[in-house]
């Protein structure tokens, strides 16, 4: 076979004069939307991000050639998003059954702590023992589960090539694996027993938890507004949140950053802490993710060395 491998598609804009209007880029252009907004309309219920979002790829998509190969290395980041924003489709509650109970009782046997005689989970002891300090500080961790992993892939867009598109796909390889567990294993977050005890309720929106007291210091419903939208509230296990971390120390430590490593592995451990001290994940959840994170890197690996996949993608 002739080494005329796909990854022309991906660096064409380095490589060669960076060209607009090309009837191939109109049909590519043209196509694309009809089928994005046909999904967002008659599949998944049209949000204005939707747009947003559109007209985000659009403008990437033909200001320069640099603009277009970053739209191509954050593809995958795209991808996720889609994916995730859809899996309000087909609710994971209607596929297996929900487990409320279980996930409480394990984490209060493994991990619960006693307060005066009444052993609680983590969340409930934290929920009790909060302080302004760790709410802003959970917050702040919190709130950059996805800008840093972003930050990072940007990074590695200028610096390493090669690197981004291992790390993107790396990352939406990680997702793949958390949502076939959150559709195996339906999982309640520790907000929904605080809220509901365990009885369910389905068609439910997402709730803020604790990250209500950062609301609340800061004088904005930052993470109410993130929260109110999510229809995906039994997706607790594994913690999603808690992989990320991971993947974006692993790709770190790969590209050799030197102290930057420190920030994180703080990183790491502030998420992971503050996942629990929200009230959105048990300790159980957070290491479940951490588990994904790792199972999809070596995986990913693992994959990549497969001659057909490195004739399709740039890794």
Not at 42 to 59: D, G, I, N
Not at 208 to 213: C, E, M, R, Y
Not at 239 to 255: D, G, Q, W
């Amino acid at each position: 076979m002739k080494k005329l491998s796909l990854n022309r598609f991906w660096a064409i804009e380095e490589n060669q004069h960076f060209t607009r209007f090309t009837k191939q880029n109109i049909v590519l252009a043209l196509s694309t939307s009809v089928i994005y907004f046909i999904w967002f309309s008659q599949v998944v219920p049209y949000r204005p991000e939707h747009s947003a979002l559109y007209f985000l790829m659009l403008t990437l998509f033909y200001v320069s050639g640099v603009t277009r190969s970053f739209l191509k290395a954050m593809l995958p980041f795209i991808i996720f998003w889609i994916l995730y924003d859809s899996l309000r489709i087909i609710p994971n509650y209607v596929v297996n059954p929900v487990h409320i109970k279980q996930p409480y009782e394990i984490e209060k046997y493994l991990f619960g702590v006693n307060d005066n005689g009444v052993r609680l989970t983590l969340n409930e002891y934290f929920s009790k023992y909060h302080t302004p300090f760790l709410d802003i500080l959970s917050g702040l961790f919190y709130i950059n589960w996805m800008p840093v992993p972003f930050l990072f892939g940007i990074y590695a867009f200028w610096k390493d090539k090669a690197l981004i598109y291992s790390f993107t796909y790396c990352f939406l390889f990680v997702n793949l694996i958390g949502f076939v567990v959150y559709y195996t294993y339906p999982a309640a977050p520790p907000w929904y027993v605080a809220e509901y005890g365990f009885i369910e309720h389905f068609n439910i929106m997402g709730n803020v938890g604790n990250l209500k007291h950062f609301d609340a210091l800061v004088g904005t419903p930052i993470f109410k507004g993130i929260y109110e939208k999510n229809a995906n509230v039994f997706a607790a296990m594994p913690s999603l949140h808690s992989a990320y971390p991971v993947i974006v120390l692993y790709f770190a430590a790969k590209k050799r950053v030197g102290y930057f490593i420190v920030f994180f592995v703080i990183f790491c451990v502030g998420i992971w802490c503050s996942a629990v001290y929200s009230n959105h994940h048990y300790v159980i959840d957070v290491l479940a993710g951490m588990t994904c994170a790792v199972l999809g890197i070596v995986l990913f690996n693992l994959f990549v060395r497969k001659p057909m996949i490195k004739y399709i993608l740039p890794l």
